[in-house]
Nanobody, 125 residues
């Protein structure tokens, strides 16, 4: 079973930065990796995703220019650098893995096969 463990969440003021990390089992790094988030009462939504090679990426419109996804396959780790944080970014952030090999990364939560436990990000104004 693939295991994903997120870390790096916390409480920050608007305009601040956080870097989330996702430590994954080796097998997970054959897969596309994504970050999703879910606020109370809302649906889980894509934040960013990256293919194994990094050649294909996806960013939600709401985070383009502020968030950056990266991966270090040698360390079995995926990162989400979050800058210029806004209160609207407050949510539980999840790391996920998609087993499907595709030219472009996929953006729907239902398409991903493995999930971490989530890490809380709270942005105050």
């Amino acid at each position: 079973q693939v295991q994903l463990v997120e870390s790096g969440g916390g409480l920050v003021q608007a305009g601040g930065s956080l870097r989330l990390s996702c430590a994954a089992s080796g097998r997970a790094f054959m897969y596309t990796m994504g970050w999703f988030r879910q606020a109370p009462g809302k649906e889980r939504e894509i934040v960013a995703a990256m293919s194994l090679s990094g050649a294909s990426t996806y960013y939600a419109d709401s985070v383009k220019g502020r968030f950056t996804i990266s991966r270090d396959n040698a360390k079995n780790t995926v990162y989400l650098q979050m800058n210029s944080l806004k209160p609207e970014d407050t949510a539980v952030y999840y790391c996920a893995a998609d087993r499907e090999i595709a030219q472009r990364v996929r953006s729907e939560a239902a398409q991903y096969d493995y999930w971490g436990q989530g890490t809380q990000v709270t942005v105050s104004s």
